[in-house]
């Protein structure tokens, strides 16, 4: 029934400006759907929307957080600082011994990272 997520749309208030920085970061370019949405190719084909925040989906820390697994864990947590986001939880082990830290991006919304133990 289900087979893979195919999207992620996050909600914000600038959506050029949020949809240039997960550009930046990836290394893809901006693609728009329409002059009010948004998104990107991120690798493996999961598309990242970016859709005007408003009443009903106002974006922020308290939606849903997306898990990005990396290959070097301190490097990405410092390129992402340097982008501009902020730590909001961790750095930290689970208890399955991965490295996982939360962050907040520069458009409000949590941005999860994950080094699984190897």
């Known amino acids: ?11 914000v208030h600038d959506v050029d400006a949020a949809a240039a920085w997960y550009a930046a970061l990836l290394g893809v370019p901006v693609e728009n759907e329409n002059p009010r949405y948004a998104f990107v190719r991120a690798p493996h084909g999961v598309i990242i929307g970016f859709h005007p925040a ?31 986001a902020m730590l909001h ?23 999860g990272l994950n080094q699984a133990k190897r």
Do not use: C, H
Request: aromatic share 10%; net charge negative.
């Open 89 to 111: 939880r961790g750095p930290g082990v689970t208890d399955f011994g991965a490295r996982v830290a939360l962050l907040i991006d520069p458009f409000g919304n949590t941005l």
């Open 54 to 84: 408003d009443a009903k989906n106002p974006g922020g820390v308290p939606g849903t957080t997306p898990y990005w697994e990396v290959a070097d864990f301190e490097a990405a947590l410092a390129s992402l600082l340097a982008r501009g």
């Open 1 to 11: 029934m289900l087979l893979q997520p195919e999207s992620l749309v996050l909600f």
